[in-house]
C-alpha cells in the first residue's frame, strides 16, 4: 500500500471536466441541449446536422431570436441565463432550460462555435471556444437566427471518450432525441441531417398527423388512432395526440413517447397505462406506436428532477395512470380495435 493520503483541492479546469461529465455523456446530450435552446428561443425552423454519429460534429442551427454580441459572451459563462432571474422564478419555469450551464459545460468538453444574429435587428457575431477557453467575439456576416457547432467531443476527457459507442449507435440516440422534440412540437420544422443525408424533416405545420408521417413513414401514419379526452376526469386536464392500430406495433418500447405538459418523459405508470388500454391485443413484447400529450395542472406534478434524466413524479399517480388508459381505450373502442373487456394487467 502506499502512504496515507493527503486530501487536495482539485484545479478548476479538473473540476469542469468532471462536473461537465454529468451533464454532457455522449453526443445525443449534446443535441437535447441544444435542440432545447433553439425552442426556448422561438424558432419555427430547426436543423440538426450530425456527422459520425455526432461524434465527429454536430451543427444545430435555428431561426430563433438570435443574440447580440453582449450576449453570446455571456451565454457561454458559467451559470449565465436569460430565462430565469432569481430563486423565485424556479417554480413557473416555462421554458426548457433554465440552469444555464449547458453551453458553458458542452465548450469545455470539445471545441465550440456560435454564430448568431438578433432576429430583431443587428448585426451577425460568432465566438469560438475550445476546451472552455473562449476566443474574442468577432462580426459574421451569418442570418438572423442562432447556429452552434460542436467539434471533437471529449478530445480532452479521454475517460468519457472511451464510453462512446459505435457511429451507428450514437446516431441512434441522436435521432430518438430530435425525433422526441419534432413530435413535441409539430409546430416547428425539424430536421435531421446525418453525414450529410436527411434523415427526416417535418413542414412545422402544426399537425401531428403529417408531423408523424414525416418522422415514422407512411405505414405507422396511416394506422393512427385519434385520442382526445378534453375534459378528462380526475388529476388530468386533457389527454390528446395518436396511437397506433394494435396490430402496427415494433419490439423496443422506444415509439411509445408520452408528454407531460409539453415536456418528453418516460414514465413506467403512463407506459403502463397506454398498454393496458389495448387491453391483450398486442403480440408479447410488443409496443404500439404512441405520441401522447397528457396536460396536468401544474402543481400536480414535479418535472424538476435530475436534467439528464427525463422522469416525473405525480401527486396522484393511479389516478393520471386510469385517465391515460381510459382515454386510450375510447378511441381504440371508437375505431373498434379493441374489444370492450376488462382491461389487462
Ligand atoms: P439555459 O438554456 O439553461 O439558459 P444554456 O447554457 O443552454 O442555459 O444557454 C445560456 C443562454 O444562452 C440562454 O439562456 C440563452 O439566453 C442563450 N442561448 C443559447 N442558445 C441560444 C439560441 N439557440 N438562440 C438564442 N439564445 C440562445
Ligand atoms: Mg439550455
Request: overall charge negative; proline content about 5%.
Amino acid at each position: 500500500m502506499s502512504e496515507t493520503p493527503t486530501i487536495h483541492a482539485l484545479d478548476d479546469a479538473t473540476v469542469r471536466r468532471i462536473a461537465a461529465g454529468e451533464v454532457v455523456e455522449r453526443p445525443a446530450s449534446v443535441v437535447k441541449e441544444l435542440l432545447e435552446n433553439s425552442l426556448d428561443a422561438d424558432a419555427s425552423r430547426v436543423t440538426v446536422a450530425v456527422e459520425g454519429g455526432g461524434i465527429e460534429g454536430i451543427r444545430v442551427r435555428d431561426d430563433g431570436v438570435g443574440m447580440t454580441a453582449d450576449d453570446l459572451e455571456r451565454a457561454v459563462e458559467e451559470h449565465t441565463t436569460s430565462k430565469i432571474s432569481s430563486g423565485d422564478d424556479l417554480a413557473a419555469v416555462g421554458t426548457l432550460g433554465f440552469r444555464g450551464e449547458a453551453l458553458h459545460t458542452i465548450s469545455a468538453v470539445s471545441h465550440m462555435t456560435i454564430r448568431s444574429r438578433p432576429r430583431d435587428g443587428g448585426r451577425g457575431h460568432e465566438l469560438t471556444v475550445e476546451g472552455g477557453d473562449a476566443g474574442e467575439v468577432t462580426p459574421s456576416g451569418c442570418p438572423p437566427g442562432t447556429v452552434v457547432e460542436v467539434t471533437d467531443l471529449f478530445y480532452n476527457t479521454p475517460a468519457r471518450e472511451k464510453f462512446l459507442k459505435t457511429p451507428a449507435t450514437e446516431f441512434d440516440h441522436v435521432n430518438r432525441v430530435v425525433t422526441q422534440y419534432a413530435l413535441a412540437n409539430p409546430d416547428v420544422a425539424t430536421t435531421l441531417e446525418h453525414d450529410g443525408r436527411e434523415v427526416f424533416a417535418t413542414e412545422g405545420t402544426g399537425d401531428l398527423q403529417s408531423t408523424v408521417l414525416a418522422v415514422y413513414g407512411r405505414e405507422v401514419a396511416s394506422s393512427m388512432v385519434e385520442v382526445d379526452a378534453d375534459d378528462a376526469a380526475g388529476p388530468v386536464t386533457s389527454i390528446s395526440g395518436l396511437v397506433s392500430h394494435p396490430e402496427t406495433t415494433r419490439a423496443g418500447r422506444e415509439y411509445l413517447s408520452t408528454f407531460v405538459n409539453g415536456r418528453y418523459v418516460t414514465a413506467g405508470t403512463l407506459r403502463e397505462a397506454v398498454l393496458d388500454a389495448y387491453g391483450g391485443q398486442l403480440a408479447p413484447d410488443r409496443y404500439p406506436f404512441a405520441v401522447l400529450f397528457v396536460e396536468v395542472p401544474p402543481d400536480a406534478v414535479d418535472v424538476n428532477v435530475h436534467p439528464r434524466k427525463m422522469e416525473v413524479r405525480f401527486d396522484d399517480e393511479s389516478g393520471v395512470k386510469s385517465a391515460l388508459t381510459d382515454a386510450v381505450r375510447s378511441a381504440l373502442l371508437d375505431d373498434g380495435l379493441v374489444r370492450s373487456s376488462a382491461p389487462r394487467g
